[in-house]
């Protein structure tokens, strides 16, 4: 009786295990760009702000949001550059606190949005990051800190801080 058992018991787990890896990943990629507001150049005489196709999916979990931002759901604090040291990554975004409709992030890494993105890509970062953080309901505004440099101030930003030079695309 053993014996029949133990290819029943093979065959039953391996049903289980084919089955297990055709159904979809319900963890988001968060290097795909539909799960955030991006930035499109694409159109001539437009500058864009494009919604995230997948955003619905996470637009109620800021940490999600932000990991959307980042591209990992790494603690961001794994990106951030040892001190004194020129920054060569990218900067990331670090949730601190939700007082009311305001979300207060810090920009980890902040030199390189501040000194090596340029004007452009400061707007864009700082764009990209309100435009998704406010996609949370609760969300209106999001406050930005970080040292002030050439291209780049933290502050309060909302949307309509960024609506004279973008238009966004599927609001």
Known sequence: MKIKTIPLL???LTAVLVGCSLL???RP???D???RWSADFSQPGEDLLVRGQKMDRIKDNLDQLIFALNGSDLDPENFRTP???EPLGLPKLKLIDVQ???ALVEVINAPYLTQRMGSTGADIFLAEATFTLTEHPEIEWVLFQF???DHATPGLYSRDNFT???LPVGD
Do not use: F
């Open 10 to 12: 093979i065959l039953i």
């Open 24 to 26: 979809p990943d319900s």
């Open 29 to 31: 990629d968060y290097q």
């Open 33 to 35: 760009p539909a799960y």
């Open 83 to 85: 001190l004194g040291q």
């Open 100 to 102: 009311g409709n305001q």
């Open 147 to 149: 040292k002030e440099g």
């Open 164 to 166: 004279d030079h973008w």
